[in-house]
């Protein structure tokens, strides 16, 4: 009992043993380009298999990367980034919303106008009092 309790003591300082998040690792160009060239080079059997736990990767790790390096650029062998992709800074974008939004202010305006010209023309049916137009009261 005094041994556990004795380990438990001295790993209660440095944390836990398992990390809280796992972390994605990555793999620069280079990197894996020497991977490759090596396990390209091993013919003896069980070789690739010793390379794979030396440097803990996965059989499946070095079927990506040649396949991305037959895809024939280096930068198909750079990480990609995950989640979700960013939008695409439109230049004409940023004047398109601002044209909309005058539109759609200037239509309003537009209604507003209307409306009241619509009121004003009511009263004066009801007043039986008939409404100037410019062009009448300037040929006048």
Do not use: C
């Amino acid at each position: 009992m005094d041994s556990i309790e004795n380990a438990a003591a001295a790993g209660a300082g440095s944390g836990p043993e398992v990390p809280e998040k796992a972390k994605r690792r990555r793999f620069e160009a280079a990197y894996k380009l020497r991977i490759l060239k090596e396990a390209d080079r091993l013919t003896e059997a069980g070789e690739v298999g010793a390379l794979l736990r030396r440097e803990g990767l996965y059989s499946s790790h070095l079927a990506h990367w040649r396949r991305q390096r037959d895809e024939g650029s280096l930068s198909g062998l750079t990480p990609k980034r995950r989640g979700r992709k960013a939008k695409r800074k439109d230049p004409l974008a940023k004047k398109l919303d601002q044209l909309k939004r005058e539109n759609a202010r200037l239509a309003e305006r537009l209604r507003q106008a209307e409306m009241i010209i619509d009121v004003q023309k009511k009263v004066s049916e009801m007043l039986a009092t008939p409404l100037e137009s410019p062009e009448n009261g300037e040929n006048e």
